[in-house]
């Protein structure tokens, strides 16, 4: 069956140091992968999107990388802040037409000052 | 703010009875999705609408339908309710009909309590 991995334990780190979270898929072929940002309570806010045939998409302190071989994405947050602090999320295109995401169950992120 | 409005906000019922959510999305984005969020299950995709036309399924019950407006607002009916649906209900809107090639903005979310 299909499946995406986040790691569900939470991810505690130190202020300033760099946040790296994995998402693993099986059974999927996708064009596209998208990070989300989620704090308790309300909607997704998009981060990043990467493709296929990028390996790496970079915006501020953000860093995303996709390898098809491995079938897995490692997002960075570089210079962590406490304001970082939520649950990330990532989301593939499901191969039915490219016409669904389907979404990791995400990782909680705590930065502590 | 992302632009995408949902209403209401909360919403208690209780079980057999039926609700309908109501999203509007970005101005200018034509396709409307609807996700389910609960403790358990994560975000599930549910439905997905483009211009009016219903674009792709997911898990989505029989007991709930949807539908899109020509004003391009988009409505969520869930009926006889039961207590496992309550969850938080997420509507998003992008500008193309291909989920994968654009971010979906998401709305507020209806928290859905059935007692």
């Known amino acids: 069956s299909q499946k995406i991995e986040q790691n569900s334990e939470a991810l505690n780190i130190q202020e300033g140091k760099t946040a790296t979270l994995t998402c693993n898929y099986t059974?999927?072929?996708?064009?596209?992968l998208q990070w989300y940002r989620q704090d308790p309570g309300r909607g997704p806010v998009f981060l990043l999107l990467?493709?296929?045939?990028?390996k790496e998409k970079r915006k501020e302190r953000l860093k995303v990388t996709f390898d098809t071989t491995l079938k897995q994405s490692l997002f960075h947050i570089t210079a962590s802040q406490p304001a970082d602090s939520a649950t990330y999320l990532c989301?593939?295109?499901?191969?039915?037409?490219?016409?669904?995401?389907?979404f990791g169950s995400g990782t909680r992120l705590q930065v502590q000052p | 703010d992302s632009g995408v409005t949902q209403t209401p906000k909360h919403l208690i019922t209780a079980t057999g009875q039926r609700v309908t959510l109501r999203c509007s999305p970005r101005?200018?984005?034509?396709?409307v999705y609807w996700y389910q969020q609960s403790l358990d299950q994560g975000l599930q995709f549910l439905i997905q609408?483009?211009?009016?036309?219903?674009?792709a399924k997911g898990n989505i019950l029989e007991r709930f339908s949807a539908q899109q407006f020509p004003d391009l607002h988009s409505e969520l009916n869930l009926s006889s309710l039961e207590l496992g649906d309550s969850a938080l209900y997420f509507c998003?809107?992008?500008?193309?009909?291909?989920?994968?090639?654009?971010?979906?903005?998401f709305g507020p979310g209806t928290r859905l309590t059935v007692l």
């Open positions: 998003a809107s992008s500008n193309l009909g291909l989920a994968g090639n654009n971010e979906q903005f």
């Open positions: 059974n999927y072929s996708p064009a596209y």
């Open positions: 990467i493709r296929e045939n990028e």
């Open positions: 989301a593939l295109d499901v191969d039915t037409g490219r016409r669904a995401l389907t």
């Open positions: 101005s200018g984005d034509l396709s």
């Open positions: 609408y483009y211009n009016g036309e219903e674009r």
